[in-house]
């Protein structure tokens, strides 16, 4: 992948695809971590004179505009960590987000609208993707990859326009590369991998190939139901993913077959709702009643896992054990976070949601060996898929 000192920058548009997807509780960001990991690329590319064009998405409103996944607050975010204003277009490629870049002089930058307001963006269609993969094309001369945590999505920003024009590689897809390479490469076992979060389906197709990668495997939060239901039992209104239940049935026995060791809960909470208030109690995870949905992972559950984690040399984790957002249910996602900052392994945390954990409850984020924005990314770069944000750089 080139590096962006490698472009003479100055007086020349620069087109950012960063990922600040970062979690919102209406307009308010609940956590930045995201914001703050796209800054230092940013600022390098103004502060040598670079007009910086940022695009970026936030959620999945899929194609259309929808003002609840809005960057305007983005926008305001980044230009207060920057210390600098940073214009917001209203649109994507429109008539504002062209009179933005026009209007950019050297070392400003501008945010663009959630390019999911565009169904180019995600389209599965070559053509109308690279349609609209032109449009933005053509807003700026170089084009800087920078957002890690969407490396692994085909999509018009990430994949097809910087084919289209002089690219480079961000600061931090350079600075997450390096150190995945090294959950990749010569790793120190026993390496134990933990899922859990809630983009089940995206995230269970990993496992295939996690399998024969690793010596333990953990499943919470929203993934651990479709394994509990895939061996029989009642997972009552948890998140669970029917059309996929027998590849899990699949992954127990290849991971039977590999002596992998796979640990799933084995006390849930079981709430009466989705809140912050539900009522809940303690069940065994093999015995979830059919109105409950388990939004956390139980305390026999915790210690179980601590204890597969404490002889582990490698750990990667992605994804929270429970609804961490709701103080009751943010137990188990505690136990593993405080289990990998006692742990003396190489331990990484992928995710936008895990990251902003993390934080939420108060660990140190130096008691982990890095802190990865990207979640699906980086599980689909551990399973060793190539990754079309990643091609594309290196094209
Ligand atoms: N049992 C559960 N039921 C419902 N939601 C859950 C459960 N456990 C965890 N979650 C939710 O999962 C979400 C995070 O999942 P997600 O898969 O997006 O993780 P992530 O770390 O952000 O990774 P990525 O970067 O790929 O998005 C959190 O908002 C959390 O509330
Ligand atoms: O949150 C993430 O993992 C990235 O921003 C990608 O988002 P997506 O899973 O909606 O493509």
């Known amino acids: 992948m080139k590096d962006l000192s490698e472009f003479d920058v100055k007086g020349r548009r620069v087109l950012v695809r960063a990922d600040l997807n970062v979690p919102l509780d209406g307009d308010v960001i609940t956590d930045d971590g995201r914001i703050r990991a796209s800054v230092p690329t940013i600022r390098e ?13 936030l959620g999945r409103p899929k194609g259309e505009p929808n003002p609840q996944y809005s960057l305007a607050p983005v926008a305001k975010r980044l230009g207060e960590l920057l210390d600098a204003e940073v214009v917001f277009a209203i649109d994507v490629v429109g008539e ?16 663009l609208e959630n390019l999911r307001f565009e169904p180019g963006e995600e389209s599965k269609d070559d053509a109308l993707r690279a349609a609209f993969a032109e449009k933005l094309a053509v807003l700026a001369e170089v084009y800087v990859g920078d957002g890690f945590g969407a490396v692994h999505r085909k999509h018009a920003s990430v994949y097809d326009v910087p084919l289209l024009l002089p690219h480079a590689a961000g600061r931090l897809v350079v600075a997450e590369v390096e150190v995945l390479k090294k959950l990749t490469d010569d790793l120190a076992r026993p390496y134990a991998v933990v899922l859990g979060g809630a983009k089940v389906s995206d995230k269970l197709g990993v496992i295939g190939n996690l399998l024969t990668k690793v010596d333990r495997l953990l499943i919470g939060g929203g993934m651990a139901y479709t394994f509990l239901a895939a061996q029989g039992y009642e997972v009552g209104q948890s998140l669970l993913q029917k059309d996929q239940l027998d590849q899990v049935r699949g992954f127990l026995n290849e991971a039977a077959k590999r002596g992998v060791e796979l640990v799933l809960p084995v006390d849930v909470l079981a709430a009466t709702e989705f809140a912050e208030d539900a009522e809940y109690e303690v069940v065994d995870a093999t015995a979830i009643p059919a109105d409950r949905q388990g939004l956390d992972i139980g305390p026999r559950s915790r210690e179980l896992f601590a204890s597969k984690l404490a002889d582990a040399r490698t750990v990667f984790w992605n994804g929270p054990m429970g609804v961490f957002e709701f103080e009751a249910f943010s137990g188990g996602t505690r136990a593993v976070a405080e289990a990998l900052v006692q742990s003396e392994a190489f331990t990484v945390v992928g995710g936008g949601d895990s990251a902003a954990a993390v934080r939420k409850l108060g660990l140190p984020e130096d008691g982990f060996s890095h802190i990865s924005t990207g979640g699906g990314a980086s599980l689909e770069y551990l399973e060793g898929k190539t990754l079309p944000g990643l091609v594309a750089l290196e094209a």
């Open 96 to 111: 504002s987000a062209q009179s933005a870049v026009k209007a950019l002089q050297d070392g400003q930058v501008a945010l």
């Open 45 to 57: 590319l103004a502060d040598k004179g670079a007009r910086v064009v940022v695009c970026a998405h």
